[in-house]
């Protein structure tokens, strides 16, 4: 039997939300909830353009950071990002989205719709990532990582109280090992 995919994601099934071939849209982070279902939107957002919208649920991210890799500096033509990252579970798109299959949400904060300023404290940046490759200093008293955060290793310009921390998870994580 020929597929009827079509290459746009339409199976080919009128938008049909039944049958073995669409249980995915019943699953985070397609599903769509209801007003009348528990989902409390504290935000929303969209993309630049505005034709994907979301809501979030939960008041804080997972955690919340600023990339400096040369990657994000060149797709956001700044020094670094800003990104949040949520579960599944915890966004409700409001117009159709495709899914790099993971199971977490990677969003950028300054395309959240802040209803109140002090909203925007509940995305304070847990740290920095890639900070050697940045292209100016920031001297906020932030951890500073050379990669990704806990799976590479602070820099200089890290609070000593976090260099301390991670000196101790390591050498409780080798205790471990032993």
Same mark, same amino acid.
């Given at each position: ?8 994601? +339409?199976?080919?099934? !009128? ?9 995915? #849209?019943?699953?985070? =982070? ?10 409390n939107a504290r935000y929303e957002?969209?993309c630049h353009c505005g034709k994907?919208?979301? *809501?979030?649920?939960? !008041?804080?991210?997972? +955690? ?9 500096? #060149?797709?956001?033509?700044? =020094? ?5 990252i949520f579960h599944k579970d ?18 950028? =904060?300054?395309?959240?719709?802040? /209803?109140? =300023?002090?909203?925007? /404290? ?19 008293? /932030? ?16 609070? *000593? !109280?976090?260099?301390?921390?991670? /000196?101790? #998870?390591?050498?409780? !994580?080798?205790? #471990?090992?032993?």
């Open positions: 039997m020929a597929s009827t995919y079509r290459g746009n994601g +339409d199976n080919g099934d !009128e938008g049909s939300t039944e049958g073995e071939l669409n249980e995915w #849209k019943h699953r985070a =982070p397609y599903r769509v909830h209801h007003k009348n279902e528990h989902f957002g969209s994907v919208t979301y *809501q979030l649920s939960r !008041e804080k991210p997972l +955690d919340a950071k600023y990339c400096h890799c040369t990657t994000c500096q #060149k797709i956001h033509g700044a =020094p670094f990002q800003w990104a949040a915890d966004i409700n798109f409001t117009t159709p989205i495709m899914d790099e299959g993971r199971n977490m949400i990677l969003l950028f =904060p300054t395309l959240i719709n802040f /209803k109140d =300023p002090a909203e925007r /404290k509940n995305f304070e940046i847990s740290c920095h990532m890639f900070y050697p490759q940045r292209v100016l200093d920031i001297n906020d008293g /932030k951890p500073k990582w050379s990669g990704i955060s806990d799976n590479s290793d602070l820099i200089d310009d890290s609070p *000593q !109280e976090a260099v301390n921390e991670l /000196k101790r #998870k390591r050498q409780e !994580e080798e205790n #471990k090992k032993d």
